[in-house]
């Protein structure tokens, strides 16, 4: 093809293709003309909505919530607790540590058994975090007490240092845990286990075995899943049989002198001939009673109960009390340690619930379980 017609082709193939796509290209024009203008019009109030999205993100990131979510506080000596909820059953959570307390869509692989769990307001003169009940017939009743509501922090090392040498007393666990629900922080959290009896299918006997907390000649009952209306007290009274206390040994009588609770707590055997026997707990179980249900748990009076509470065990210069030598240097040997995890615990408790002057002030008022020993928390 010659060299001009070849040229004249081209141009009116061009010709032809912007004819036929003039209207696409006025839609364009028209669409980008539209598009500025709404930009423009609408500026300020997107530049608005940017800022104010950005302040919140800024703000919740450093929300003491979101600094404590999912977050590893790394504590020596105070493990963590995660009670993760039951995302089919109402009421029902699982008890985790760290690694298996995964979010989960379902309660697919989510680790053990369930349990029942309550939570309810501490002290109504002293708000703050809640208090934690978590129980089941299979594994027990639990308790997490928030650090604010527990009256002497040392006792519980004595307690944990007492139980771990003589097994042979059977103290319940107790212990100092950080505490997570969800995953998100709660903050420093007593830990304290009721004695567990085994269901009948499991072995046990049926019948459960009860707390007596006795203040005066006033006690409280309750049986070892936190239910008052309990019968096996009564029923000894009723047959003309007032339980004895065992003599307790140099060790528990040397604890429970130092048990920073109001009343003497006892359990109640449910084996012939339903003796009682001293159990220190680091917590009062009356007034857990009366924070959780609105009421003190059923109680008698009787001046008998002197014998449980004033007994011979009570005055150090009977000799009964005298802690054996391991005791005293194992408690003075861990207490350094003990003390530098229970303040890092405490930091962050503070520092979530913005209680820095409360604890700080409440520090030198808790320690009177090692009053006599020269050993000191130091300070916050």
């Given at each position: 093809m010659p060299g001009r017609l070849r040229a004249t082709c081209c141009i009116a193939s061009m010709n032809f293709w912007c004819c036929g796509n003039v209207t696409f290209c006025k839609r364009m024009d028209y669409v980008t003309n539209r598009s500025v203008f709404h930009v423009r019009l609408f500026w300020p109030?997107?530049?608005?909505?940017?800022?104010?999205?950005?302040?919140?993100?800024?703000?919740?990131?450093?929300?003491?919530?979101?600094?404590?979510?999912?977050?590893?506080?790394?504590?020596?000596?105070?493990?963590?607790?995660?009670?993760?909820?039951?995302?089919?059953?109402?009421?029902?959570?699982?008890?985790?540590n760290r690694r298996s307390a995964t979010m989960r869509r379902s309660d697919n692989r989510q680790p053990g058994r369930k349990w029942r769990y309550m939570r309810f307001d501490g002290s109504p003169d002293k708000p703050g975090p809640w208090n934690w009940l978590v129980y089941s017939k299979r594994k027990g009743t639990v308790f997490f007490v928030p650090v604010d509501e527990v009256e002497d922090w040392t006792y519980p090392f004595l307690y944990r240092n007492v139980r771990d040498?003589?097994?042979?007393?059977?103290?319940?666990?107790?212990?100092?845990?950080?505490?997570?629900?969800?995953?998100?922080?709660?903050?420093?959290?007593?830990?304290?286990?009721?004695?567990?009896d085994l269901r009948k299918k499991d072995g046990g006997s049926g019948i459960l075995r009860e707390l007596l907390a006795v203040s005066g000649e006033r006690l409280s009952k309750v049986d070892t899943r936190f239910d008052d209306a309990c019968q096996l007290y009564v029923e000894c009274v009723a047959r003309g049989h007032f339980p004895e206390l065992s003599p307790p040994g140099p060790i528990l009588a040397w604890l429970a002198r130092r048990c920073p609770t109001r009343e003497t707590t006892v359990l109640l055997s449910n084996a012939e001939p339903n003796g009682v026997s001293l159990l220190p707990l680091p917590v009062s179980i009356p007034n857990l009673y009366e924070s959780m249900h609105g009421r003190p748990p059923a109680s008698f009076e009787d001046a008998r109960y002197l014998r449980w509470s004033q007994g011979s065990w009570r005055s150090p210069e009977s000799g009964v009390g005298t802690p054996l030598e391991e005791v005293l240097s194992g408690v003075k040997a861990g207490f350094e340690s003990y003390s530098s995890s229970f303040l890092g615990a405490l930091r962050a408790h503070a520092e979530f619930h913005q209680s820095e002057k409360d604890l700080a002030r409440l520090l030198s008022q808790r320690q009177e379980a090692i009053a006599d020993l020269g050993l000191s928390l130091g300070a916050l």
């Open positions: 109030a997107l530049v608005a909505v940017a800022a104010a999205i950005g302040l919140v993100a800024f703000g919740y990131s450093r929300s003491p919530a979101q600094r404590m979510s999912n977050l590893d506080l790394d504590v020596d000596g105070v493990p963590d607790t995660y009670i993760m909820f039951s995302k089919s059953e109402p009421g029902r959570c699982y008890v985790a040498q003589f097994g042979e007393l059977n103290l319940p666990k107790a212990g100092w845990t950080q505490l997570f629900v969800n995953r998100i922080y709660e903050g420093l959290y007593l830990r304290v286990a009721l004695p567990f």
